[in-house]
């Protein structure tokens, strides 16, 4: 199932993409792949997960290279090359890159396509898209201030979840 979603957003991003200015955005796309090693050395370390894809033909590792340096900032690149003019629009569009990837979610969990581990459950993924995207965005726009603030998202997720970092 994992491959089947990885096409797709390869495709999307393929067709949709604004890939005359990915220049423009390569800070932002890096920024999205930064996020996600963070994650994955963290869960490694002490192999302790919030979630884990399950790999449905590579393997885990590959899976993870997949959706770190293709994925996510694929999707940066996508969602920030498509960004609109006028609040309104801008709200829509946030709103429908969250629901896009709580639904992904959705039909990976129902093919057991993702496991859930340490209290983390489907509504924390909505939050985490909530962040996430908005994150991005502030990224795009002001790194200056998404650094910092990501580093406080990153030190509550931890508290929260109880990560251990390095025991």
Known sequence: MNLAVDLLIILAVW??????????????MLFATMMCLLY?????????????????????TVEEIIHCFIL???TALLFLST?????RRQIKHLLKWIIIYII???????FEGIQYFNGWRLGYSFLFNC???????????????AYPLFFLVTLWGVWYFKIPLGS
């Open 15 to 28: 067709r949709w993409a604004d890939w005359r200015n990915w220049r423009k955005y390569h800070a932002s």
């Open 40 to 60: 994955n050395v963290m869960a490694l370390t002490d192999d302790y997960f919030l979630w884990k894809m399950v790999p449905s033909y590579f393997s885990y």
């Open 72 to 74: 996510l900032p694929g």
């Open 83 to 87: 960004w609109p003019q006028g609040w």
């Open 104 to 110: 992904g979610e959705i039909i990976l969990s129902y």
């Open 131 to 145: 962040v996430m995207f908005p994150g991005i965005l502030l990224h795009y726009k002001k790194p200056h201030l």
